[in-house]
């Protein structure tokens, strides 16, 4: 059961909860199941990781007023809304709003489980991204001030000679911050400099600036 992939099941109405839950287990997947957005939102911050089948027509809070409470809680799990059939303004609607896929009711087995997969291939990929991040900018904290600058500088397109200008130094120390940068950053070639110093957010429009 701990390998299997979970989905978060918030549906008001009791029928659909049963019998998307026993599809679903016997498609391979575990579920968890909340009878309405409220009660899923009393947990979300903790929810174990996984993919949310949100339905949209719900009392008390639909599924647009739960994805967006999501949003601002920070939730990043992937959402799948269940909307009614023809209903297209709401399925943009939760598009926009962050959602990968949407799938009307009622669903077909093949349509549910092929939107989920998506789903959760997307969640893998942006787990393995956020790995790389984490250790591209682990690499990027063991930098010097002064080495940190000659990266800056080379993602900046520069050459040593034009960072020893910048940073009033010479070329010959910018040679040496260079292969000190590259043996913290553990990288063997400029490439892999640049691909380290990106995952990090260096020379985004992100970065920051020091």
Same mark, same amino acid.
């Given at each position: ?12 109405? /009791? ?11 016997? $498609? ?34 639909? *599924?647009?007023?739960?994805? /967006?409470?999501?949003?601002?809680? *920070? ?8 909307? *009614? ?12 709003? *962050? ?17 989920? /997969? ?16 984490? /250790? ?27 960072? $020893? ?34 995952? $990090? ?10």
């Amino acid at each position: 059961m701990s390998d299997q992939r979970l989905i978060h099941l918030v549906d008001d109405d /009791e029928a659909v909860r049963h019998s998307a839950s026993f599809m679903l287990r016997h $498609a391979g997947f575990a579920v968890k199941t909340y009878q309405d957005g409220v009660t899923f939102l009393e947990s979300a911050t903790e929810a174990l990781p996984g993919c949310i089948l949100l339905d949209v027509q719900m009392p008390h809070m639909d *599924g647009l007023e739960v994805q /967006e409470r999501l949003n601002k809680l *920070g939730v990043a799990l992937p959402v799948i809304v269940l909307t *009614g059939h023809g209903d297209v303004a709401v399925a943009v609607r939760a598009m926009k709003a *962050g959602a990968v896929d949407f799938v009307e009711k009622p669903y077909e087995k093949q349509s549910l489980v092929g939107a989920l /997969e998506r789903a959760f291939e997307r969640l893998e990929a942006r787990n393995h991204q956020d790995v790389l991040m984490d /250790e591209a900018k682990g690499r990027v904290e063991r930098l010097t001030p002064r080495e940190r600058d000659v990266l800056v500088g080379l993602v900046d397109g520069l050459t040593n000679k034009m960072i $020893a200008e910048a940073l009033d130094i010479s070329p010959r120390t910018v040679e040496i911050h260079r292969a000190n940068l590259m043996e913290k950053l553990e990288a063997t070639s400029l490439s892999a400099v640049l691909r380290i110093a990106f995952a $990090a957010g260096i020379g985004l429009d992100t970065a920051d600036e020091a």
